[in-house]
T-cell receptor, first 118, second 111 residues
Framework: GAVVSQHPSRVICKSGTSVKIECRSL??????MFWYRQFPKQSLMLMAT?????????EQGVEKDKFLINHASLTLSTLTVTSAHPEDSSFYIC??????????????FGPGTRLLVL | KQEVTQIPAALSVPEGENLVLNCSFT??????LQWFRQDPGKGLTSLLL?????REQTSGRLNASLDKSSGRSTLYIAASQPGDSATYLC??????????FGSGTQLTVLP
């Protein structure tokens, strides 16, 4: 299946700093990428949808000025957590949607990034 | 707004048993339904995807069914193994391609 990578896999930062997480589709062009966050023992909650070359669409309750999303190319989307605070500590997962196999579209998920804000 | 519910929240079975995980959704206008596996601290592994026009999909010991009209799906795992221990997530996709996830079933298969 298609491969999506995330970098870094784990990051620890001090409160007030900004953290950038990269999501790459390695073997297909992703016109749309999705960002999710997952709190311990809870399910994935969609944060935003990004389409290449346009502004991201954020879900209700997600601060767009705090979670900056850039989707500058068909293989890369970035999520920047600005002025991170301990409550931003979470597991962030991206997915990429494309059509790597004829006639069937699906989302391919990255391995996730564990963010811990001290 | 689509809501996805998974029952049970946790399940513990002895090795070798067959088991069924349940998923229900409130809006039947779905594009597809997927079952994922998530190991602790890891990302998602897609297990099975059922298009809205399909009734079931099979992969090895796994079989997933979909009844769109009643808003239900089941994941059947045959001859469970300790390596099957993980959290299983159900997710439905609407026309906007966004996935709505259930809260998952945490499965433990005891050796």
């Amino acid at each position: 299946g298609a491969v999506v990578s995330q970098h870094p896999s784990r990051v620890i930062c001090k409160s007030g700093t900004s953290v950038k997480i990269e999501c790459r589709s390695l073997d297909f062009q992703a016109t749309t990428m999705f960002w999710y966050r997952q709190f311990p023992k809870q399910s994935l909650m969609l944060m935003a949808t990004s389409n290449e070359g346009s502004k991201a669409t954020y879900e209700q309750g997600v601060e767009k000025d705090k979670f900056l999303i850039n989707h500058a190319s068909l293989t890369l989307s970035t999520l920047t957590v600005t002025s991170a605070h301990p409550e931003d500590s979470s597991f962030y997962i991206c997915s990429a949607a494309g059509t790597p196999t004829a006639g069937r579209e699906t989302q391919y998920f990255g391995p996730g990034t564990r963010l811990l804000v001290l | 707004k689509q809501e996805v519910t998974q029952i049970p929240a946790a399940l513990s079975v002895p090795e070798g048993e067959n088991l069924v995980l349940n998923c229900s959704f409130t809006d039947s206008a779905i594009y597809n339904l997927q079952w994922f596996r998530q190991d602790p601290g890891k990302g998602l592994t897609s297990l099975l995807l059922i298009q809205s026009s399909q009734r079931e999909q099979t992969s090895g010991r796994l079989n997933a069914s979909l009844d769109k009209s009643s808003g239900r799906s089941t994941l059947y795992i045959a001859a469970s193994q300790p390596g099957d221990s993980a959290t299983y997530l159900c997710a439905v996709s609407g026309s906007a391609r966004q996935l709505t996830f259930g809260s998952g079933t945490q499965l433990t298969v005891l050796p």
